[in-house]
């Protein structure tokens, strides 16, 4: 019995170090993955707010004391929205909690738990290597790589991110909502150290997010209309620096430095099921969130820990592992998180894209009476942004 997962990002490495941990190397494990975290690559500019939850279940599958080393706490929250009074700000004394949240630097993660596959008990790693083609019978899957090699399993797992090649070869379909913006992404640094805080901010171009990293350094994404992108594409470093500071404000005084800038076209991609004859989707191939409420990762999480929750029951009933009964009950307890994490997001992304003034004056009364009211800013905490445990 064994299982095979396309993709090693965040989900597919997680996930094939949650089933090793399960089930203690009984249940094999064999994760493709087209290419490895190194250092020597260009880092990606992309750092994940991971709730306290998240990081409790990475603790769980002894993950976490890996990725804990290069993590910054975030210990304050501060949301805000440009040129009116509006403000919410959220504190980990509050809740009587030491963090909000981590931060972790995708790239850096990656390698650290590139690390923890390399001696994971039954974990085979082919990587670098591709999916060239996949057969599915009745009892098996059959995997062909780019290296000639041929695998053979009874369940396949798509973690090969959004709008999923794997899916696509077992047809299934995406549904794909076009956000018209791009997430404009780099690492900064500001004259003032953040010291562990957050911050979301709605610009009149888009949402702002700063996440706090280690050696004084910020974590920016900063959304646009995909109609400027052109433009903002254009802007040399001084006059990115510029409009930045303006858009965000002083909180960190001067912003010093930004370093190479990527973008992101932002779209939010459903696929039509999660589930097909012996194959199951997660993470980013499932489903791609808008990132501005930080929620894609952590989501992704929920369903990879339930999914090899589910495979490690089977495998100890000696159960077929890529049976319906054990697929249909993963995509069966995973819907309503699903449902309620995508509305969220997206209503969040609606909310804030509106210039309507009585929206605006409704959201910004909505912040004012949310910090005075410490209740309704826990539900806001554990919900909308996702930095306390679901
Ligand atoms: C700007 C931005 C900010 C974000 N911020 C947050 C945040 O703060 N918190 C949070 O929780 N989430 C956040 N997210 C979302 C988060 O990045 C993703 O949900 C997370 O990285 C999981 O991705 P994944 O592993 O599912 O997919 P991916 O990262 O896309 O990984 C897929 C992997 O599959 C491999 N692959 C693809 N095809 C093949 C093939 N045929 N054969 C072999 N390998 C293959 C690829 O090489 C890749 O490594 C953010 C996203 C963006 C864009």
């Known amino acids: ?66 990725l804990s080393g290069c993590a910054t706490a975030i210990t304050r929250v501060q949301v805000s929205d440009r040129g009116h009074a509006g403000l919410v700000n959220l504190r980990a004394e509050d809740y009587a909690i030491a963090a909000l949240g981590q931060v972790i630097e995708l790239h850096e993660a990656g390698r650290h738990l ?28 059959t995997v062909t790589l780019d290296s000639g090699k041929t695998l053979q399993g009874q369940l396949m797992i798509a973690a090969d991110g959004s709008s999923s ?12 909502y076009n956000y018209q913006q791009v997430a404009v992404t780099a690492t900064l640094t500001t004259a ?52 930045l500071q303006q858009a965000f404000g002083w909180r ?46 952590n989501l992704a999480l929920r369903d990879a820990i339930s999914l090899a929750e589910l495979l490690a029951k089977a495998a100890e009933r000696k159960d077929d592992v890529g049976a319906w009964p054990v697929l249909s009950h993963y995509q069966e307890c995973r819907r309503t998180d699903q449902h309620n994490t995508v509305n969220l997001t997206d209503g969040l992304i609606s909310l804030f894209a509106n210039h309507h003034q009585p929206l605006v004056a409704g959201r910004n ?14 539900m806001f905490a554990r919900r909308a942004l996702g930095w306390i445990e679901h």
């Open 165 to 176: 090649p794997l899916a696509n070869l077992c047809h299934i379909h995406s549904q794909v």
């Open 1 to 66: 019995m064994s299982v095979i997962i396309v993709g090693g990002g965040m989900t597919g490495s997680t996930l094939a170090l949650a089933i090793s941990s399960l089930t203690a190397g009984k249940l094999p494990v064999t994760l493709i993955e087209a290419s490895r975290p190194e250092p020597h690559k260009a880092p990606e500019a992309r750092a994940l707010a991971l709730a306290q939850g998240s990081c409790q279940q990475l603790q769980r599958i002894g993950i976490w004391s890996a």
């Open 365 to 378: 009364l909505a912040l004012m009476v949310m910090e005075r009211l410490p209740l309704l800013r826990a």
């Open 192 to 243: 003032r150290h953040p010291a562990g805080c957050a911050f979301e901010r709605f610009t009149h171009n888009g949402p702002l997010a700063l996440l706090p990293l280690s050696q004084g350094r910020s974590s920016l994404v900063w959304c646009h209309r995909l109609a400027d992108h052109q433009t903002v594409a254009g802007w040399d470093d001084a006059h990115f620096l510029q409009q």
């Open 114 to 141: 590139f690390a923890l596959l390399d001696k994971a008990a039954g974990v085979t790693l082919c990587c670098p290597d591709r999916v060239a083609g996949v057969t599915r019978t009745q009892s098996q899957v």
């Open 252 to 297: 960190l005084g001067k912003i010093l430095k930004v370093e190479t800038r990527h973008s992101y076209p932002l779209r939010l991609v459903r696929a039509s099921t999660h589930i097909s004859h012996r194959l199951a989707l997660v993470g980013n191939a499932a489903q791609t969130l808008h990132p501005i409420a930080g929620q894609g990762f």
